[in-house]
Protein backbone atom coordinates (compact mmCIF):
# COMPACT_ATOMS: atom_id res chain seq x y z
CA UNK A 1 0.00 0.00 0.00
CA UNK A 2 1.79 3.18 -1.05
CA UNK A 3 -0.93 5.60 -0.08
CA UNK A 4 -1.24 6.32 3.91
CA UNK A 5 -4.87 5.43 4.65
CA UNK A 6 -6.92 8.08 6.45
CA UNK A 7 -9.05 7.28 9.66
CA UNK A 8 -12.53 7.01 9.87
CA UNK A 9 -14.94 8.93 12.19
CA UNK A 10 -15.92 5.09 13.25
CA UNK A 11 -12.54 4.24 14.84
CA UNK A 12 -11.64 2.00 11.68
CA UNK A 13 -9.79 3.16 8.36
CA UNK A 14 -11.29 3.89 5.17
CA UNK A 15 -9.27 2.47 2.72
CA UNK A 16 -8.11 4.02 -1.26
CA UNK A 17 -7.07 0.50 -2.07
CA UNK A 18 -9.52 -1.21 -4.64
CA UNK A 19 -13.00 -3.02 -2.66
CA UNK A 20 -11.56 -6.64 -3.01
CA UNK A 21 -8.95 -5.98 -0.49
CA UNK A 22 -11.54 -4.75 2.01
CA UNK A 23 -13.15 -8.30 1.18
CA UNK A 24 -9.76 -10.33 1.67
CA UNK A 25 -9.21 -8.17 4.68
CA UNK A 26 -12.37 -8.53 6.53
CA UNK A 27 -12.79 -12.18 5.71
CA UNK A 28 -9.22 -13.93 5.48
CA UNK A 29 -9.25 -16.84 7.84
CA UNK A 30 -5.45 -15.45 9.70
CA UNK A 31 -5.94 -12.84 12.18
CA UNK A 32 -5.08 -9.15 11.14
CA UNK A 33 -4.73 -6.82 12.40
CA UNK A 34 -2.88 -2.68 12.04
CA UNK A 35 -1.61 -0.83 14.31
CA UNK A 36 -0.39 2.81 14.49
CA UNK A 37 2.90 4.02 16.01
CA UNK A 38 1.52 4.46 19.39
CA UNK A 39 0.80 0.22 19.66
CA UNK A 40 -3.16 1.14 19.17
CA UNK A 41 -5.19 -0.99 16.79
CA UNK A 42 -6.57 1.43 13.85
CA UNK A 43 -8.65 -1.97 11.89
CA UNK A 44 -8.83 -5.76 12.76
CA UNK A 45 -10.22 -8.26 11.25
CA UNK A 46 -13.17 -10.88 11.74
CA UNK A 47 -10.16 -13.97 12.52
CA UNK A 48 -8.44 -11.66 14.70
CA UNK A 49 -11.20 -10.99 17.12
CA UNK A 50 -12.35 -14.41 16.98
CA UNK A 51 -8.60 -15.69 17.91
CA UNK A 52 -8.30 -13.87 20.92
CA UNK A 53 -12.07 -13.63 21.88
CA UNK A 54 -12.71 -10.05 22.22
CA UNK A 55 -14.60 -8.31 20.03
CA UNK A 56 -14.03 -5.57 17.76
CA UNK A 57 -14.63 -3.02 19.75
CA UNK A 58 -12.33 -4.50 22.88
CA UNK A 59 -9.34 -4.56 20.70
CA UNK A 60 -10.10 -1.33 19.05
CA UNK A 61 -9.72 0.61 22.74
CA UNK A 62 -6.52 -1.50 23.21
CA UNK A 63 -3.03 -1.33 22.57
CA UNK A 64 -0.74 -4.32 21.85
CA UNK A 65 0.94 -3.98 24.81
CA UNK A 66 -1.95 -4.61 26.66
CA UNK A 67 -2.60 -8.22 24.87
CA UNK A 68 1.24 -8.84 25.12
CA UNK A 69 1.87 -11.32 28.13
CA UNK A 70 4.58 -9.67 30.38
CA UNK A 71 7.30 -12.04 29.86
CA UNK A 72 7.24 -10.68 26.03
CA UNK A 73 6.89 -7.34 26.31
CA UNK A 74 10.53 -7.07 26.13
CA UNK A 75 11.34 -8.75 22.91
CA UNK A 76 8.37 -7.36 21.16
CA UNK A 77 9.34 -3.93 22.05
CA UNK A 78 13.16 -4.15 20.97
CA UNK A 79 11.28 -5.51 17.35
CA UNK A 80 8.46 -2.78 16.87
CA UNK A 81 11.20 -0.15 17.68
CA UNK A 82 13.68 -2.21 15.08
CA UNK A 83 10.44 -1.35 12.75
CA UNK A 84 9.51 1.94 13.65
CA UNK A 85 13.13 3.52 12.72
CA UNK A 86 13.18 1.63 9.37
CA UNK A 87 16.05 -0.64 10.64
CA UNK A 88 13.85 -3.46 9.16
CA UNK A 89 10.58 -3.90 7.55
CA UNK A 90 9.38 -6.92 8.69
CA UNK A 91 9.48 -9.31 11.21
CA UNK A 92 8.08 -12.27 12.90
CA UNK A 93 7.91 -13.24 16.12
CA UNK A 94 6.51 -16.24 18.63
CA UNK A 95 4.41 -14.89 21.47
CA UNK A 96 2.21 -15.46 24.33
CA UNK A 97 -1.05 -13.06 23.98
CA UNK A 98 -3.34 -12.54 26.83
CA UNK A 99 -7.45 -13.63 25.52
CA UNK A 100 -10.52 -12.09 26.40
CA UNK A 101 -10.54 -14.86 28.96
CA UNK A 102 -7.49 -14.38 30.80
CA UNK A 103 -5.85 -17.54 29.03
CA UNK A 104 -2.63 -17.15 27.54
CA UNK A 105 -2.27 -18.43 24.07
CA UNK A 106 0.99 -18.79 21.94
CA UNK A 107 0.50 -16.83 18.74
CA UNK A 108 3.09 -16.83 15.33
CA UNK A 109 3.38 -13.12 14.92
CA UNK A 110 3.98 -11.11 11.68
CA UNK A 111 4.59 -7.95 11.61
CA UNK A 112 5.20 -5.37 8.85
CA UNK A 113 4.76 -1.44 7.77
CA UNK A 114 1.96 -0.61 5.26
CA UNK A 115 2.20 2.69 4.52
CA UNK A 116 5.47 4.46 3.54
CA UNK A 117 5.01 8.43 4.94
CA UNK A 118 7.46 10.32 5.82
CA UNK A 119 6.33 11.09 9.02
CA UNK A 120 7.05 8.34 11.48
CA UNK A 121 4.48 9.22 13.48
CA UNK A 122 1.63 8.97 10.80
CA UNK A 123 2.76 4.92 9.52
CA UNK A 124 0.43 2.32 10.04
CA UNK A 125 1.88 -1.36 10.47
CA UNK A 126 0.07 -4.78 9.56
CA UNK A 127 0.19 -7.32 12.17
CA UNK A 128 -1.27 -11.14 11.71
CA UNK A 129 -1.57 -13.74 14.11
CA UNK A 130 -1.76 -17.45 13.92
CA UNK A 131 -2.61 -19.64 17.06
CA UNK A 132 0.31 -21.58 17.19
CA UNK A 133 -1.14 -23.63 20.94
CA UNK A 134 -1.25 -26.97 19.98
CA UNK A 135 2.40 -27.45 18.53
CA UNK A 136 3.92 -25.30 21.73
CA UNK A 137 2.17 -28.16 23.98
CA UNK A 138 3.35 -30.62 21.97
CA UNK A 139 7.29 -29.42 21.69
CA UNK A 140 6.99 -29.10 25.69
CA UNK A 141 5.80 -32.65 25.90
CA UNK A 142 8.78 -33.74 23.88
CA UNK A 143 11.03 -31.48 26.07
CA UNK A 144 9.71 -33.05 28.79
CA UNK A 145 10.20 -36.74 27.64
CA UNK A 146 13.41 -36.09 27.16
CA UNK A 147 14.76 -34.29 30.10
CA UNK A 148 13.10 -37.38 31.67
CA UNK A 149 14.94 -40.08 29.46
CA UNK A 150 18.21 -38.09 30.11
CA UNK A 151 17.44 -38.43 33.40
CA UNK A 152 16.71 -42.29 33.46
CA UNK A 153 20.18 -42.52 31.64
CA UNK A 154 21.38 -40.56 34.59
CA UNK A 155 20.21 -42.81 37.28
CA UNK A 156 21.14 -46.27 35.31
CA UNK A 157 24.69 -44.84 35.30
CA UNK A 158 24.64 -43.84 38.68
CA UNK A 159 23.37 -47.14 39.73
CA UNK A 160 26.01 -48.67 37.56
CA UNK A 161 28.70 -46.67 39.15
CA UNK A 162 27.51 -47.61 43.71
CA UNK A 163 29.64 -50.07 45.24
CA UNK A 164 26.58 -51.21 47.19
CA UNK A 165 22.77 -51.87 47.99
CA UNK A 166 22.18 -49.69 50.15
CA UNK A 167 23.59 -46.74 47.77
CA UNK A 168 21.90 -47.79 45.10
CA UNK A 169 18.29 -47.62 46.50
CA UNK A 170 19.74 -44.52 47.56
CA UNK A 171 20.36 -43.05 44.47
CA UNK A 172 17.29 -44.85 43.15
CA UNK A 173 14.50 -42.32 45.06
CA UNK A 174 16.92 -39.51 44.48
CA UNK A 175 16.75 -39.48 40.66
CA UNK A 176 13.05 -41.10 40.98
CA UNK A 177 11.84 -37.96 43.02
CA UNK A 178 13.65 -35.78 40.29
CA UNK A 179 11.95 -37.37 37.38
CA UNK A 180 8.44 -37.82 39.03
CA UNK A 181 8.94 -33.92 40.20
CA UNK A 182 7.29 -34.70 43.39
CA UNK A 183 8.55 -34.41 47.12
CA UNK A 184 9.00 -37.73 48.36
CA UNK A 185 9.82 -41.12 47.43
CA UNK A 186 10.36 -43.86 49.49
CA UNK A 187 11.03 -47.75 49.19
CA UNK A 188 9.28 -49.92 52.11
CA UNK A 189 9.99 -53.33 52.90
CA UNK A 190 7.10 -55.35 53.39
CA UNK A 191 6.25 -56.86 56.84
CA UNK A 192 4.70 -60.69 57.36
CA UNK A 193 1.49 -58.46 59.03
CA UNK A 194 1.09 -56.25 55.64
CA UNK A 195 2.44 -53.24 56.93
CA UNK A 196 5.80 -51.85 55.29
CA UNK A 197 8.74 -50.17 57.12
CA UNK A 198 10.25 -47.14 55.14
CA UNK A 199 14.59 -48.35 54.41
CA UNK A 200 15.17 -45.41 51.94
CA UNK A 201 13.51 -42.22 50.72
CA UNK A 202 14.46 -38.95 49.49
CA UNK A 203 11.87 -36.04 50.65
CA UNK A 204 12.03 -32.37 50.29
CA UNK A 205 11.79 -29.68 53.43
CA UNK A 206 9.74 -29.00 54.74
CA UNK A 207 8.33 -32.56 54.77
CA UNK A 208 9.35 -34.74 57.58
CA UNK A 209 11.65 -37.30 56.97
CA UNK A 210 9.31 -40.89 57.58
CA UNK A 211 12.89 -43.11 57.76
CA UNK A 212 12.19 -46.07 59.47
CA UNK A 213 8.59 -45.69 60.42
CA UNK A 214 6.09 -48.61 59.85
CA UNK A 215 3.52 -47.75 57.06
CA UNK A 216 -0.06 -48.72 56.85
CA UNK A 217 -1.78 -49.58 53.37
CA UNK A 218 -5.59 -50.27 52.96
CA UNK A 219 -4.68 -52.23 50.48
CA UNK A 220 -2.26 -54.44 51.57
CA UNK A 221 -3.63 -55.59 54.35
CA UNK A 222 -6.50 -57.44 52.09
CA UNK A 223 -5.38 -61.28 52.35
CA UNK A 224 -5.78 -60.97 48.31
CA UNK A 225 -3.67 -58.10 47.49
CA UNK A 226 -1.04 -58.78 50.07
CA UNK A 227 -0.37 -62.27 48.26
CA UNK A 228 -0.31 -61.49 44.67
CA UNK A 229 2.23 -58.38 45.53
CA UNK A 230 4.08 -60.93 47.49
CA UNK A 231 3.77 -62.82 43.84
CA UNK A 232 4.97 -60.15 42.43
CA UNK A 233 1.84 -59.63 40.54
CA UNK A 234 0.93 -55.90 41.55
Known sequence: VSESPSMAANGDTALSTPLPFDAVFAEAAVGMAWLNTAGEYVRVNNAFCTTLGYSKSEI??????????????????????????????????EKRIVTQSGALMWVLMHVMQISETPAAAERLYCTMIQDISDRKRIEQLLKARLAQERLVAKVNQRIQDASDIAEIMQVAVTE???????????????????????????VLEPWKSSLGQNIQDPCLGDSEYLESYRRGQI
Open 60 to 93: LALRWQQLTYADDLGATAQLMDLIHTGEINAFSL
Open 176 to 202: ARYILQTDRVMICQLNPAGDGTVMVES
